[in-house]
């Protein structure tokens, strides 16, 4: 057995003990879920038998794990927190090139800097990792808010037809018009001021944000144009998901099973989110991921225009734009947020191609057959 062989060889046994203890797992709520759906389970394995066979798929969801893991520890083994960052603005860490170190008279120590530091003095290691949180809370929030509105305006659309999906396109029709890119920057420099207006009169808000960006309170005040970003972009988020949720509706509600629903009385409701909505899942769930990559691209060009998170705020596309200043003579400023930011958008674009991939019956089932024929060459081997 070759190495390769042996690595792929573990991954299907933790393919199959994720899917094991998944269906044990249901069956704690759900008696017997597990013997009635084993069908069901036995296709996720197939799924992540594909997964395990694709090193493109494999390398990407390396690079979002670690992704995942600084987004949401980052602040928390950053070197220097966000308290320590107006101490740190001082000439003696003036743009300091990477393995530096300096003297600090408040710490009564000499701190080195791995990365370098920015124009502010401040560690951008630090940066980088505080950053991260940005870049992942935004992206969450954005897809959480803004692909179950067009999913649900696609489903109704579809499922409908006549009148309503006429009103929901014709929308839908009126925000693809226009570049999202350019709809983005047009919100991004309307709303900040309301958003923070809205967030400084109520102080929950503003204790559940500081919060999950892992700010300080003193950075309340920059909370409106960080949440602009988010507001524009998701209002600009939805639509391809209407389009394309509305495609797929379409042709499924002429399926039979959709007609034996509706011929035993269920609900429209019922028909779309039970019935419908799991086998359109696939395709949107592969736009999805590959969306996640986007997301982080443009809010970074977004904050690198100016619109998005402002200093003290830790952000990748902002670090890029204040480090261009200095470009190329200070190439850390630019190279390492860069290379963060294509890491993050080349990972889920692999990963999005990966499960393309899978996801498809006529890819799962060459795999079936490859691991059905190399168990059985396994098996003649040991009863040699």
């Known amino acids: 057995m070759s190495q390769e062989e042996y690595r792929r060889g573990i991954l299907d046994r933790i393919a199959d003990g994720l899917v094991e203890a998944l269906g044990s797992f249901v069956s704690l709520f759900k008696k017997d879920w597990k013997k009635k759906n084993r069908s069901k389970l036995e296709e996720w394995k197939l799924m992540l038998y594909a997964f395990n066979r694709s090193p493109p798929g494999l390398i990407g969801l390396a690079f979002i794990l670690l992704f995942v893991f600084l987004g949401l520890f980052g602040p928390s083994i950053a070197p220097w927190s966000y308290r320590y960052f107006p101490a740190l603005e001082n000439m003696?860490?003036?743009?300091?090139?990477?393995?530096?170190?300096?003297?600090?008279?408040?710490?009564?120590?000499?701190?080195s800097y791995p990365l370098g530091a920015d124009d502010y003095g401040r560690d951008l290691l630090s940066l980088l990792l505080y950053g991260a949180r940005t870049s992942f809370v935004i992206s969450i929030i954005v897809i959480v808010l803004g692909v179950p509105l067009g999913i649900i305006l696609g489903l109704i659309a579809g499922y409908y037809g006549g009148k309503v999906d006429e009103l929901i396109m014709r929308i839908t029709d009126m925000f693809l018009a226009f570049p999202a890119l350019i709809l983005a920057i047009a919100f991004s420099a309307v709303l900040p001021d309301r958003l923070q207006s809205f967030i400084s009169n109520h102080a929950t808000f503003e204790k559940v944000f500081l919060w999950i960006f892992a700010l300080?309170?003193?950075?309340?005040?920059?909370?409106?144009?960080?949440?602009?970003?988010?507001?524009?972009?998701?209002?600009?988020?939805?639509?391809?998901?209407?389009?394309?949720?509305?495609?797929?509706?379409?042709?499924?509600r002429e399926n039979l099973y959709v007609e034996a629903a509706r011929a035993i009385g269920l609900s429209s409701r019922t028909i779309m989110f039970r019935h419908i909505l799991p086998?359109?899942?696939?395709?949107?769930?592969?736009?999805?991921?590959?969306?996640?990559?986007?997301?982080?691209?443009?809010?970074?060009?977004?904050?690198?225009?100016?619109?998005?998170?402002?200093?003290?705020?830790?952000?990748?596309?902002?670090?890029?734009?204040?480090?261009?200043?200095?470009?190329?003579?200070?190439?850390?400023?630019?190279?390492?947020?860069?290379?963060?930011?294509?890491?993050?958008?080349?990972?889920?674009n692999l990963l999005g191609d990966a499960l393309r991939d899978i996801l498809d019956p006529k890819m799962r089932r060459s795999i079936e057959f490859k691991v059905k024929k190399t168990e059985k060459a396994e098996g003649g081997e040991e009863n040699a």
């Open 92 to 111: 003696t860490t003036y743009l300091a090139p990477p393995g530096s170190q300096a003297y600090l008279p408040f710490t009564d120590k000499t701190i």
């Open 279 to 348: 086998n359109i899942l696939g395709p949107i769930l592969v736009y999805i991921t590959l969306d996640f990559g986007g997301v982080i691209l443009m809010e970074a060009g977004l904050s690198f225009l100016g619109l998005g998170a402002t200093p003290p705020i830790a952000d990748w596309g902002r670090i890029v734009y204040d480090g261009s200043r200095h470009f190329p003579e200070k190439w850390w400023l630019v190279t390492y947020p860069g290379l963060m930011i294509l890491l993050v958008a080349l990972g889920w």
């Open 216 to 252: 300080e309170r003193q950075e309340a005040g920059n909370l409106g144009k960080l949440l602009a970003v988010i507001l524009a972009m998701v209002i600009v988020w939805w639509p391809a998901y209407a389009r394309i949720t509305r495609g797929s509706t379409l042709t499924e």
